[in-house]
């Protein structure tokens, strides 16, 4: 990944205290299950609910806050379900408008996944086995840590049984002693982490300390969430344009539940004889949700599919361009300056003889030849 996830810069830090500190373990009288209880296209949203840092280390508390609030929101949702393995989608909406998801496969039995934190092993901490409690482990392995406490708690409006991880840490590093602290909340029926609240204090060569807590702030299991997505729209769906023009249709989108994420255009034809272009290609929440499609070609009737990409969520369209031969002029309409040039000729010969013929000058007087006497 290129970017960072706001929940896996999260789990990063996790993961390093949870392997830094030590398990606990203990027996339980009946051994849990470790089976998912979550079910295809449930999901839940994230996001940093509060985040401090202090510290001598220049540029740390800048970096820090970068990738941990450059998110707006974040959710994880379930794609499929077979035996202990969990398919998730991993979505992140970006505060620059942009979009990213990455999908992870976690095993609620083991607690593996690929989705790996630094240099550590694969963990999964984002969705558990179902029905566990306190003093249950968390995965069902030898190392896994357990959990602390189970209490009733309101969580997003409904009361929830709450399954408590609290992980404690200290040591020295490269001149430095550190301590602190993880706390994870997790629902028990469903398994999902409902927050995580993490803080460390370091002392020495560089005295560091952080605090931040991400929470989910709605959800479709006992919550009413909607997962911020768009529609693709195009006005007309059909378009007929003549030969050499370009015929236009209007793409426009719609955003639903809050989406804000940018949305790139795309056409796809079903053929080479025809091409399109957007007035264009990128749809930002801060200008207009539409853009112009054109299309030009050779005499034909194709399919263009219009494809929408909002980073995690995509969509198409199907339209219609009929491209019609350019028509071709009648050769009597070619010819008809020649014929009204004739006729214009010959009508001017014609007044010219006309007037050649009226100015005439007389000749002298012919004289009948009865009329001799009277000369």
């Known amino acids: 990944m290129h970017r960072s996830n706001l929940l896996n810069v999260a789990f ?16 339980r009288a009946v051994t849990p299950t470790y089976l998912p209880a979550v079910m295809p296209g449930q999901f839940a949203q994230y996001k ?12 740390l508390c800048q970096s820090f806050e970068t ?35 990455v999908g992870a496969i976690v095993d609620v039995a083991t607690g593996t996944s690929n989705v790996t934190a630094f ?8 969705v558990l086995a179902g029905s566990l409690q306190a003093q249950d482990q968390i995965w069902g392995t030898s190392t896994a840590p357990q959990f602390n406490t189970t209490s009733s708690e309101m969580v997003l409006g409904e009361m929830r049984t709450v399954n408590h991880l609290n992980v404690s840490m200290s040591g020295s590093s490269y001149g430095m002693a550190f301590s602190g602290f993880v706390v994870y909340d997790f629902d028990q029926s469903s398994g999902f982490v409902i927050d995580t609240v993490f803080s460390v204090s370091s002392k020495g060569n560089y005295a560091t300390k952080l ?16 997962l911020p997505d768009f529609d693709l729209g195009a006005n007309p769906t059909s378009v007929n344009v003549a030969e050499n023009t370009s015929g236009n249709l209007t793409i426009s989108i719609s955003r639903l539940y809050g989406f804000s994420a940018t949305v790139g255009l795309s056409a796809t034809p079903s053929s080479n ?8 290609y990128s749809l930002s929440m801060d200008s207009s949700d539409t853009s112009t499609l054109s299309c ?23 339209v219609n361009v009929t491209v019609t031969a350019a028509p071709t002029q009648p050769a009597s309409i070619l ?18 003889v006309a007037f050649l013929f009226l100015r005439r000058k007389p000749r002298a007087p012919v004289v009948a030849p009865g009329d001799a006497s009277a000369l």
């Open 273 to 280: 004889s025809i091409s399109c272009s957007f007035s264009t």
């Open 296 to 318: 030009t070609g050779s005499p034909g009737a194709y399919t263009v599919v219009v494809n929408g990409d909002g980073g995690y969520s995509m969509h198409s369209k199907s």
């Open 48 to 59: 940093v609910l509060k985040d401090s840092c202090q510290s001598s280390l220049s540029g």
């Open 211 to 226: 605090d931040f807590t991400i929470g989910m702030v709605d959800n479709n299991i006992w919550g009413t969430a909607h």
């Open 335 to 352: 010819t008809m300056p020649l014929v009204y040039g004739g006729i214009v000729v010959a009508a001017v010969v014609a007044v010219v």
């Open 119 to 126: 240099s550590l092993k694969p963990g999964d901490y984002f």
């Open 67 to 101: 990738n941990l609030n450059d998110t707006t929101y974040a959710a994880n949702q379930v794609v499929g379900v077979s035996g202990t393995a969990v398919t998730l989608e991993l979505i992140s909406i970006y505060r620059n408008g942009t979009g990213a998801h």
């Open 12 to 27: 990063c830090v996790i993961l390093v205290a949870l392997v830094l500190s030590p398990s606990t373990l203990s027996a």
